[in-house]
C-alpha cells in the first residue's frame, strides 16, 4: 500500500447502506457464509458481506461464469436464426481476495488475445471484465495454505484491484486505484491522516508476518524435463481423486466446454467450466485419450500452470497463490510440494 | 488475411466480432465416400462473406449441428477453389453422426478458417511426397490440388495414399484423374488383396519404402490414424529424410479453436492455433503426449 | 506398544507380499492428514492413525484391482472394503485389511465453528491430542476442544468402530456407539415437508459448482469416468449452473447408491462447499435397512436394489 494514493474511509456500520447504494446500479458481489462454505453472492439490501473467513470460492465466476449463454438458436423457421446472448450489466465484487484479483491477470492475456499469438478476443469474458470492478480486502494474517507470496503476490497487493480496502479498527480504509475505484468511492470521506497510517501499519504488520516464499525459478524447466517420468507423476497423483474441486475453486483455471442444449428445434450453445482432471476433457470421439491416467491430467493441471503458461506468458506462473486448491482437495493433494518434489527430483536426474 | 509461410506463423485474426459465433452455411452436395465417411461441400449463406472468404492450405473449421455440438474439420477443397467449402466427415460420435445425416438443402454452422496451414512458400521448387491413409487424405487433399493448381512452383509430386480396402478409400471419384495425371505420380495401395483391386496391396510405411523416395530437395507431408502415422516417420527415417523435411497434422479433442478452452495444448503448444500443422522438427520439441 | 506402533508393525510384516499399503500421514496443514501411499518400510516414517485420518482408503481399491495391497481401516472404511468385496468390484483376497479400534475423526468444519471469533481453522499452528481433548495452538493462543464435540457425526452413531472383517487387528475392540434409532436425524429432516424441504435442495444446491468431489470421494461410485453427469451420448443432464441440472446428478447418484452406500460420508466431507449431500443417501438407506434389512458393508450378498446390468443392452452408449 503506497501512501501516495487518495484514501477514503467507511466505517462498519455504514458499509452495508453504502453498498446497497451499489447496488442500485448494478450487481454487488460479496462474500457470505452459508453453511460450512463462505461464497460470492449478489448481495441484497441490508446484507452485510463476511469479512472474517476468507471465501471457499474464488470470485472469478463473476467475469467467468459457470455456464454461459453463447447464443441461442431457433431451428424452426426454415433459415436458422442465431441470437447472442444479451450484454451483462456492471457488477462490483466487495471483499475480494488480492489472490483472486491477480486470477484475472493470469486470464487476460489468454481471453484478449495477447498471449495466445493471435488476436481472437473472447468478447464474453471482456466485456464482464471491463464492467466488473474490483474491491479487494487485504488479508490480515496468512493460512496455512497460502502461498501468495512465492508467486509475486501479498496479502495486501494491489495488482488487479480498483479499491484495495484495509480494515483497521473503526473501519475500512480505501485505498483508490483506478478511475472506475475513484467513481465507486466518490461519496465517501477522506480517510484521515490516523486511519491512513492505521491502515498502512496493518498492511506492513501482514507483511512482515508471512514466511518466507520458496523459490521457483527452476519450476518450468524441471517440470519440462519429467515429462516422461511416470513414476515421479503416478507417485505425486497417487491419492488425487481427480475430481474438479481444485481447478473450479482456482481463481486462475479457465478452462471451459462448449456443449449445446437443446429441446428439439430451439436450444441454446452453452460455455461451462470444465476441467483437465476429468478424463472426459481430452477423449476423443474415437475413443483414444492422451491422458487416460490421473497421473497424465494432475501433470498436465501442475505443468500448465507452473511451466507451459510460463513459457507463453512471460514467465508468470498462472497460479495465484491462494492455496484453495490445497485447502479444499478432499484427499490433500498439495500443489506446493509437487513443484518442490519436481525442482528436487529435476535436480537430482 | 496475413501472408502464411510457415508452420508456426501468427494465425489469422478475427478482429473483435464474437468468435464463437458460427456463420451459417447450405449443405449444397453430399458425397458418400465410404461407409463411414460422407464429404460436403458447403457455401456460406451470406453471399459477401463467401466471397470474400479466404483460408490457407492445412487450415480448419469447426462444423455445428445446433443442438448437438461442434466438431473441427479440415477445409478440404483448396483456396484456389472457391465455389465451395469442401469438408469431410468419418463418423465416430455424436456430432459426426449427427453431420451423416445432412442432405443437400440444409443449414449447419461454420466457424472457419482456424489455426495454421501448411507451409507451401518454403517447399516452392521442391519435391513433394504426399502420404495419406485412410481419412487423412482429407488435409492433404486440399494441399495437392492447391499445388496441382500451381503446378510450376513445384518440382515431382507424389502421392501415396492408402485404405483398408478399396471401399474404405475416400475421393474414389477423383482417384481416375489423378492416376492419369502426368504431372502427379499416384500409387495407391489397401492393406489386403482385394477382388477387381489393380493397384497395390500392403501396409503404406512398406509401399512407401519400395516407391524409395529420394529425400534430396524433397519434403514429405503425411496424415493418418496414429499407428500409421507412427510407422510412416519410422519408413520416412530410414529413406533419411530429416525432420524439418517431414510435415503432418494433429487432431485433438477441440471446442473454442482459438487457443482459449484449454483442451488441446501438448505443453505449452496449441493444436488449434499452433497447429495442426506441424513439422516433425517442432513435434520432437513438444512433449510425447499424442 | 501404542497403537501406532502396533500398527506399523502390522504394515511392516504385511508389506513384503503387497504392492502397496494404504494409510494417512502428514497432510498440508496441522488439522488435516493426506492419504499415504506406503511402498516400503521408508515411508512408514510418515505414517500416523487417527483422529485425522478421516480419508477413506477404499476409495483408491477398485483401480488396483489385480494387485494386492494393504489398507489400514477405520470401522467404516472397512465396511466400504466389505461392499466393494460383495459387490465384486475388488476381490476380497487381493486385499489385506489391517484393522484398528477408530475413535472418531475430526470434522474441520465443526472446528470451524468452535473457533468462529479466534480464528479460520486454516490459522491453527498446531494440534496436540490429549486424550479426549485435542489442544490448538492458534494466533490467539491455546484452545481446547473435546474430540466428540468436533467429530464427524458419523462417529456419533457409529455401530462398526473395528473393522470386523480385517485380515489383522491391532489394539483393543472398542464398543459400538448404542443409538436407538441412528436414522432419528434424517427421520425428523423428512417431517420438514415439501415446501420446506425444496427451498433447502434449491438454497443448499445453488452453491454446487459441480467438481464431482462428492462423487469422486465416493468409493461405491465406481462408474465415474463414464458418468451420466458428463456423458454426451445419451445426453442425460445439461451443463447449466441451475439447480435443476445440478440436483439430478445428486438424486441420481443417491439412487445408484442406495442399498450400497456405507455411510462413510465422504461425499459430503470431500465437499468444498460444505452441501449435506450424505443427507439423500441416509435417506435412502434409511429405507432399504427397514424394507429389506440390509445393511450395507456388514450384511453379505447381493444388495437388494442391486439388479441393474453394468451395460444395459437397451440404452445406447458409447463402447467402453
Request: proline share 6%; with cysteine.
Amino acid at each position: 500500500m503506497s501512501a501516495d494514493t487518495v484514501k477514503k474511509f467507511i466505517s462498519f456500520d455504514a458499509l452495508p447502506g453504502f453498498l446497497a447504494r451499489v447496488a442500485e446500479t448494478g450487481t454487488v458481489y460479496a462474500p457470505r457464509r452459508e453453511g460450512g462454505a463462505v461464497v460470492y453472492r449478489p448481495l441484497k439490501p441490508g446484507d452485510a458481506p463476511e469479512l472474517g473467513a476468507r471465501p471457499t470460492e474464488s470470485c472469478k465466476h463473476v467475469v467467468f461464469p459457470r455456464s454461459e449463454t453463447l447464443f441461442s438458436f431457433d431451428l424452426k423457421a426454415e433459415r436458422p436464426a442465431l441470437t447472442e446472448s444479451p450484454e451483462p450489466g456492471p457488477a462490483v465484487v466487495f471483499g475480494a481476495l488480492s489472490c483472486d484479483a491477480r486470477g484475472f491477470l493470469a486470464f487476460d492475456p489468454v481471453y484478449n488475445g495477447s498471449g495466445t499469438g493471435g488476436s481472437a478476443r473472447d468478447t464474453y469474458y471482456l466485456r464482464r471484465r471491463s464492467r466488473t470492478l474490483l474491491v479487494v480486502k487485504a488479508c490480515k494474517s496468512a493460512l496455512n495454505t497460502c502461498f501468495c507470496n512465492w508467486v509475486g503476490g501479498g496479502p495486501a497487493s494491489p495488482q488487479g484491484a480498483d479499491v484495495l480496502a484495509v480494515e483497521t479498527e473503526q473501519g475500512l480504509v480505501l485505498d483508490i486505484l483506478s478511475e472506475q475505484g475513484a467513481a465507486f468511492a466518490e461519496s465517501l470521506p477522506a480517510a484521515s491522516e490516523a486511519q491512513a497510517g492505521a491502515a498502512l501499519a496493518a498492511v506492513k504488520a501482514v507483511e512482515d508476518s508471512l514466511p518466507g516464499a520458496a523459490e521457483l525459478s527452476a519450476a518450468p524447466a524441471a517440470l519440462a524435463s519429467l515429462f516422461s517420468s511416470a513414476e515421479f507423476w503416478k507417485n505425486e497423483s497417487a491419492h488425487c481423486l481427480y475430481c474438479g474441486a481444485c481447478t473450479y475453486l482456482c481463481p486462475t483455471c479457465y478452462c471451459f466446454n462448449i456443449t449445446d442444449e437443446s429441446d428439439g428445434l430451439s436450444g441454446v450453445r452453452l460455455r461451462s467450466w470444465d476441467n483437465c482432471m476429468s478424463p472426459l476433457f481430452t477423449l476423443e470421439a474415437s475413443g483414444h485419450n492422451p491422458r487416460p491416467n490421473k497421473a497424465d491430467r494432475l501433470k498436465n493441471r501442475v505443468g500448465h500452470k507452473f511451466s507451459y503458461y510460463p513459457s507463453l506468458h512471460a514467465g508468470r506462473f498462472s497460479c495465484c497463490g491462494c492455496g484453495r486448491c490445497i485447502k479444499s482437495c478432499p484427499s490433500s493433494v498439495d500443489i506446493r510440494k509437487i513443484v518442490l518434489d519436481a525442482v528436487k527430483e529435476a535436480a537430482n536426474v | 488475411m496475413s501472408e502464411q509461410t510457415g508452420a508456426t506463423a501468427p494465425r489469422p485474426t478475427n478482429g473483435a466480432r464474437n468468435p464463437y459465433l458460427p456463420a451459417l452455411a447450405r449443405v449444397i452436395e453430399v458425397i458418400t465416400e465410404t461407409p463411414t465417411i460422407k464429404t460436403f461441400r458447403v457455401v456460406l449463406e451470406d453471399e459477401q462473406l463467401m466471397r470474400e472468404f479466404t483460408f490457407q492450405p492445412g487450415q480448419v473449421g469447426q462444423l455445428s449441428m445446433f443442438g448437438i455440438g461442434e466438431s473441427t474439420f479440415v477445409i478440404n477443397s483448396p483456396p484456389t477453389r472457391r465455389e465451395y467449402l469442401q469438408f469431410s466427415v468419418m463418423r465416430a460420435g455424436e456430432n459426426t453422426t449427427a453431420l451423416h445425416a445432412l442432405q443437400a438443402g440444409d443449414t449447419i454452422g461454420v466457424r472457419a478458417p482456424l489455426g495454421n496451414s501448411f507451409p507451401y512458400d518454403n517447399m516452392k521448387g521442391k519435391d513433394i511426397v504426399f502420404i495419406g491413409g485412410g481419412i487423412g487424405m482429407a488435409p492433404l487433399r486440399t494441399l495437392l490440388l492447391f499445388m496441382l493448381d500451381n503446378r510450376k512452383d513445384y518440382g515431382k509430386i507424389r502421392l501415396l495414399y492408402g485404405a483398408r480396402s478399396p471401399q474404405d478409400m475416400a475421393f474414389s471419384s477423383e482417384l481416375p484423374d489423378w492416376l492419369g495425371r502426368s504431372d502427379l505420380e499416384c500409387t495407391l495401395t489397401i492393406d489386403r488383396e482385394a477382388e477387381g483391386w489393380q493397384h497395390k496391396v500392403g501396409l503404406i510405411p512398406n509401399v512407401l519404402l519400395e516407391m524409395n523416395p529420394d529425400p534430396k530437395n524433397c519434403v514429405a507431408i503425411t496424415c493418418g490414424p496414429p499407428i500409421m502415422i507412427k510407422f510412416t516417420l519410422q519408413a520416412l527415417e530410414k529413406l533419411k529424410f530429416a525432420p524439418e523435411q517431414i510435415y503432418t497434422t494433429l487432431e485433438k479433442r477441440m471446442k473454442c479453436g482459438i487457443g482459449i478452452c484449454g483442451r488441446c495444448n501438448i505443453g505449452g503448444k496449441y493444436v488449434c492455433i499452433d497447429g495442426p500443422v506441424f513439422s516433425m522438427a517442432e513435434l520432437r520439441a513438444m512433449p510425447n503426449e499424442l | 506398544m501404542s497403537i501406532q506402533d502396533e500398527l506399523k508393525s502390522a504394515i511392516k510384516a504385511a508389506l513384503p507380499d503387497l504392492s502397496c499399503v494404504i494409510g494417512w500421514g502428514a497432510g498440508p496443514e496441522p488439522l488435516r492428514a493426506a492419504p499415504l501411499f506406503i511402498r516400503g518400510e521408508a515411508d512408514l516414517q510418515n505414517f500416523s492413525a487417527g483422529f485425522l485420518s478421516v480419508n477413506n482408503p477404499a476409495l483408491y481399491l477398485p483401480a488396483l484391482k489385480g494387485s494386492k495391497v494393504g489398507v489400514v481401516a477405520k470401522g467404516c472404511d472397512a465396511r466400504s472394503v466389505g461392499q466393494l468385496a460383495t459387490e465384486t468390484l475388488i476381490i476380497r483376497e487381493e486385499v489385506h485389511v489391517i484393522g484398528y479400534p477408530c475413535e472418531g475423526v475430526i470434522d474441520v468444519d465443526k472446528v470451524a465453528a468452535a473457533l468462529a471469533g479466534v480464528c479460520e481453522p486454516g490459522e491453527v499452528g498446531a494440534l496436540r491430542e490429549d486424550g479426549d481433548n485435542v489442544a490448538l495452538d492458534t494466533p490467539k493462543g491455546e484452545v481446547r476442544l473435546a474430540k466428540k464435540d468436533i467429530a464427524a457425526d458419523k462417529c456419533g452413531r457409529c455401530i462398526f468402530p473395528n473393522a470386523e472383517n480385517a485380515d489383522v487387528f491391532v489394539g483393543i475392540r472398542r464398543a459400538p456407539t448404542v443409538v436407538e434409532d441412528a436414522y432419528a436425524d434424517i427421520a425428523a429432516f423428512e417431517a420438514r415437508g415439501t415446501e420446506e424441504l425444496k427451498a433447502f435442495w434449491e438454497k443448499e444446491m445453488s452453491r454446487c459448482i459441480r467438481c464431482y468431489a462428492c462423487r469422486n470421494a465416493c468409493p461405491l461410485c465406481v462408474c465415474r469416468d463414464h458418468c451420466i453427469a458428463a456423458s454426451r451420448e445419451p445426453h442425460w443432464i445439461g451443463q447449466t449452473d441451475d439447480v435443476p441440472d445440478k440436483l439430478f446428478f445428486q438424486v441420481i447418484h443417491a439412487v445408484h447408491l442406495s442399498g450400497r452406500c456405507t455411510g462413510c460420508g465422504e461425499c459430503e466431507r470431500a465437499c468444498p462447499l460444505g452441501i449435506p449431500v450424505l443427507k439423500l443417501k441416509r435417506a435412502l438407506s434409511r429405507r432399504v435397512e427397514n424394507l429389506f434389512g440390509y445393511k450395507a458393508g456388514i450384511a453379505t450378498g447381493t444388495p437388494p436394489l442391486l439388479t441393474f446390468n453394468i451395460e444395459e443392452s437397451t440404452i445406447k452408449e458409447r463402447d467402453w
